[in-house]
């Protein structure tokens, strides 16, 4: 289960894999209740007894959310969904991995989550199994999060939009659509620049290279553009499509064109604006 580190650059903004796939959950019943294809895979570790529980983080309201452990189906399906804040989860994690009766879970979160947890297996600081419990790092791709105060406070004022009343967000070409009350706000993604977290906006990785698994949208509606960063991930994916959690197919150059192209924006963003502080 060696992980090999991986280097992004221009040439190269979504790092190295050993597979590159379109894929979506089997389940209709998935599909319907808003999760995709990365509850599927999680669905599939479960329900074989791969791992013990999943930990994840949990829309609450708005676009805020907490850190949960799932060990159930419905527990899953509840955690299922696109985050737009970033949650404290190492409290939850720990506590979790120091319970007895855990053995294995899957960590789902963000590239840079993914890339403290992959720190945490490659040098353990403290004498404990903390890391090792650690079975399968799986991250979502992540333009950035939002700075939640500040973003609310401009919503409000400058279009009604109650946070706790947000449903959904989502990117449309150069949009972020907000889904309200049964309402839709597009808003230019460069007027909402200022209200994404500071660090993000320095962050260069946009599929989560440290990961095992990157998940993400792909440019085929209804699926999940997923890379294998290992021969360990790579099975998952597969034995997950042999027992009919998902439908498989390779990805396209087109696709993974699609998915480079986002990857180099915010590569480019970061560079835009670390030089800015150099
Ligand atoms: S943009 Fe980077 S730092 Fe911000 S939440 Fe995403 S992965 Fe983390």
Known sequence: MAFQ????????????????????????EIRVKGGGT?????????ENKKIDGVVAAKKTKGITGEVVLAR??????????????????????????????????????LPCQAQFLRQMKMFPLVESDFA????????????????????????????????????????????????YSGNKLKLPIDSIIY???????????????FADISAGKSSREGY??????????DNIIRNAAEKDYIELME???EELE????????KLNRSVKYIMRIL
């Open 5 to 28: 580190p991986t280097t992004i650059d221009p040439s190269n903004p979504i790092g190295s894999y050993v597979g590159a796939y379109l894929a979506r959950p089997t389940d209709k």
């Open 251 to 253: 990805a396209t150059d």
């Open 224 to 233: 999940t553009l997923l890379l294998a960063r290992n021969r360990f991930a």
């Open 132 to 179: 090792s419990k650690i079975y399968v790092i799986i991250s979502l791709f992540c333009m950035g999060t939002f700075a939640v105060e500040s973003f609310a406070d401009y919503l409000e004022r400058n279009y009604r939009v109650p946070l706790d009343k947000i449903e959904n967000i989502d990117i449309e070409g150069d949009y972020l659509v907000i889904v």
């Open 72 to 109: 159930t189906k419905e527990e899953v399906l509840r955690a299922a969904g696109n985050r737009w804040s970033i949650v404290p989860y190492t409290m939850k994690l720990k506590e979790t991995l120091m319970s007895a009766d855990i053995r294995r879970v899957a960590f789902v979160g």
């Open 38 to 46: 990365v509850t599927a895979l999680l669905l599939y570790l479960l």
């Open 258 to 265: 699609a998915v480079k192209e986002k990857a180099l924006d």
């Open 195 to 209: 209200h994404i977290q500071h660090g993000c906006i320095l962050c260069p990785d946009y599929t989560g290279v």
